[in-house]
């Protein structure tokens, strides 16, 4: 019985305890909604960590305190670690803001208490006028303010005017 027991633990961590197809989850903050994830599959599992996981892609959309649209995030695969308010997306990660600048890289975090998303990977930016490359960025939720590491490409610099 001790072993069947053992091995009955040992296969349950492999299946989820929760699965809801076409889930759309809200995040808000004083009822106000800041962002809404949509996906078509999500399994729950509770193995030592208690974590997300959205095989078959997920879109996420980040809102201002006015309920307005800011960014927006698809990506072909995603984890939540449920504890850290932590999520890594990968696979085909794609985040536009409301500018029209295109975030592109194969992973990217979320930090959720934050406001964040970060990578180490590499990453490609295209704005209206330019195109940059880079490995590594940091920025808010809403990509409109964000840092590159190793930075390579066309970037247009505006002088002050005189």
Known sequence: MKKIHE???QNQASF?????????????DSAKVRVLLNATLMNRYADEKTYVEFKDGLKVQFFDLNGKKESELNADYAIVDDENDLM?????VIVRNIEGDILETEKL?????KEEIFTD????????????????LVSNQNFSKYTIRKIKGTITINQPDE
């Open 121 to 136: 990977e590499f990453v490609k930016i295209t704005t209206e006028n330019e195109v940059i490359f880079g490995e590594g």
């Open 16 to 28: 989820p305890i929760e699965t809801i197809k076409d889930c759309e989850i809200i995040y808000s």
């Open 88 to 92: 890594l997306a990968e696979n085909n």
């Open 7 to 9: 091995i009955s633990i």
């Open 109 to 113: 975090n979320w930090n959720q208490q």
